[in-house]
């Protein structure tokens, strides 16, 4: 069974830090392309940043910057450094595997408000 576990969201102030991770289970996590995905209220689901299986990573650029996309293959895990957070960036974050099957995490909230 394939589970994606989304750790680390929760309420920050406009220019505060929040660190996301994803634990990943039931599958080969090295060989996955791993990617965070945002999806705002009444908005629908966007791609944030993407890493390869060989850690290539590209962002939307709203995040370049400020974002940093790591995995660990060791722990089959896949963070989400995010810095100078802003209010747009409130969104339900995924966690998503991609490998010929595509497999997504329940989400997790990031809250960015003063």
């Known amino acids: 069974q394939v589970q994606l576990v989304e750790s680390g969201g929760g309420l920050v102030q406009p220019g505060g830090s929040l660190r996301l991770s994803c634990a990943a289970s039931?599958?080969?996590?090295?060989?996955?392309?791993m990617a965070w995905y945002r999806q705002a209220p009444g908005k629908q689901r966007d791609l944030v940043a993407a890493?390869?299986?060989?850690?290539?990573?590209n962002y939307v650029e709203s995040v370049k910057g400020r974002f940093t996309i790591s995995r660990d293959n060791t722990k089959n895990t896949v963070y989400l450094q995010m810095n100078s957070l802003k209010p747009e960036d409130t969104a339900v974050y995924y966690c998503?595997?991609?490998?010929?099957?595509?497999?997504w995490g329940q989400g997790t909230q990031v809250t960015v408000s003063s």
């Open positions: 998503n595997a991609y490998y010929g099957s595509i497999y």
């Open positions: 039931g599958i080969t996590f090295s060989r996955y392309v």
């Open positions: 890493i390869s299986s060989r850690g290539s990573t």
